[in-house]
């Protein structure tokens, strides 16, 4: 058995290149072999050419921390950016600088920018309402702050992962699951209501989770009775198998607390919510957990490939040769062209690292406003 106490490669792993396909060791030996280290352009992509489906640029912070200290120059897009074919990154410099780093350096992007993706089209459904991942516990736990970061990115309210929140700088969400109604007995959810409104610090809402037992306009009803003013919002989360017309039960609940005055009491809703849902139940709820629709999207499918060596143009077959940029036009397409070519435009790859040297802040409101914006500009969300 390993001495690693869980399958987790370290951070120090990933910096020195040890989390690499095996066959980029075998390159560098070879390369070190003859003696060759060429200056090359790589540049990151999903798909040459536009296809007319942008997805979300992100994790790129964590790509600046792998690619700095070391002798290259960087160009990429800025974090929340939309993108639709030609490259998101660029790095120039001697090969063997980051040759071991191709595989750790495309899974900080493909992950984060999957999720950050599928979370901006959750957010589009439902614009107005509050957003909460919960999908953390869909994914192994070395990846939580990813997911909770990705899902901040699209422009997501909060998020449930507390180790997550301490490395992101954000308080966690959260208020009480199943288990705790459960914990007290069938029959006793009051005593579980109070017990939570007793103990839970003042700054966290008391949401009451109703439907552990029995009808969720019954649990409702009695949560409101027991906590009375102190009752923020109800959370509905009856399981798939038990569901029936989610968006019909919920009316129900909103209008049996609106005809006894609770009209102050908030619903949230939570459980196997996609986009679809998401826009079906905007209008009779005030907010969302949105969990495995995030954190199990497909990764995007970026590559790293070699476009120029000591200056030269090349690829492999199926590629495009020639360092490329990549526009934002003025009608909101995406536009993809050799860098020393004159387009009409915004240029989108910007210095991110230069000798090493990270040259970029990050901020994640910052990113999901651009990410906002951008999708607003080229009509992302609107199917």
Known sequence: MSDAEFDIVPPAAIREGRATDAYFERTVETLDHVGENP?????????????????VFAGIEDAARLLSDLAIDVDALREGQLFDGGPVLRVEGPYLEFARLETSLLGF?????????????????????????????????SIAAVVERSALVAGFDGFSHVAAGDILEREASGTMPHALVICFGKGNQEDAWVAFDEA??????????????????????????????????VRI???????????????????????????????FASGGLDPETLRDLRDVA??????????????????????????EPVSKRGKLSGRKQVYRTPDGGHHVALADHDAEGEPLLEPLVRDGEVVREFDLDAAAERAREDAERVGFGTD
């Open 39 to 55: 200056t090359v352009v790589a540049e990151v992509t999903a798909d040459q050419f536009p296809t007319g489906e942008f997805e």
């Open 109 to 141: 992007l493909s992950h984060p920018s999957g999720m950050a993706t599928s979370a901006l089209r959750a957010r589009l459904a439902a614009p107005d309402s509050s957003l909460l991942s919960f999908g953390a516990r869909h994914v192994h736990p």
């Open 237 to 267: 989360d009856t399981t798939g198998s038990r569901r029936g017309d989610f968006r019909h039960i919920l009316r129900e609940v909103r209008w049996a607390l609106d005809v006894r005055g609770r009209e102050d009491v908030g619903l």
């Open 200 to 233: 839970a610090p003042e700054s966290v809402p008391r949401i009451a989770l109703c439907d552990t037992y029995t009808d969720e306009v019954d649990e409702t009803l009695r949560a409101a009775d027991a906590l009375g003013e102190d009752l923020d919002s």
């Open 286 to 311: 005030d907010g969302f957990g949105v969990g495995s629709y995030v954190s199990n999207a497909d990764p995007v499918d970026f590559a790293l490939d070699i476009v120029e060596i000591d200056g």
